[in-house]
């Protein structure tokens, strides 16, 4: 992975906290938008590390396939991604 590990460790340490924070917020019984409001901010720090990922990919495998025989395959792959983060 050709991604800036320490930014992504850092996103993905930082929602793992905040996911045990929601785990206790629903023992706790706590207000349900409250803990809709944790998850979406986890889902954008799990985001920003999956774009910190794909980025570096771009960057790194993509570009060197363009030289290469398998081009279109590190091409087909983005498309597949680029189609899931779309739905």
Not at 33 to 49: E, F, N, R
């Amino acid at each position: 992975m050709k991604a800036d590990h320490l930014k992504v460790e850092r996103y993905l340490k930082t929602a793992r906290g905040q996911i045990d924070g929601i785990l206790k917020m629903m023992e706790d019984d706590r207000y349900c938008i409250d803990i809709s409001t944790q998850l979406m901010a986890t889902i954008g720090l799990l985001k920003k590390a999956n774009n910190e990922i794909l980025a570096a990919h771009m960057r790194s495998c993509v570009l060197e396939a363009v030289d290469e025989e398998n081009r279109e395959e590190k091409i087909e792959e983005m498309v597949k991604v680029i189609d899931k983060l779309a739905q």
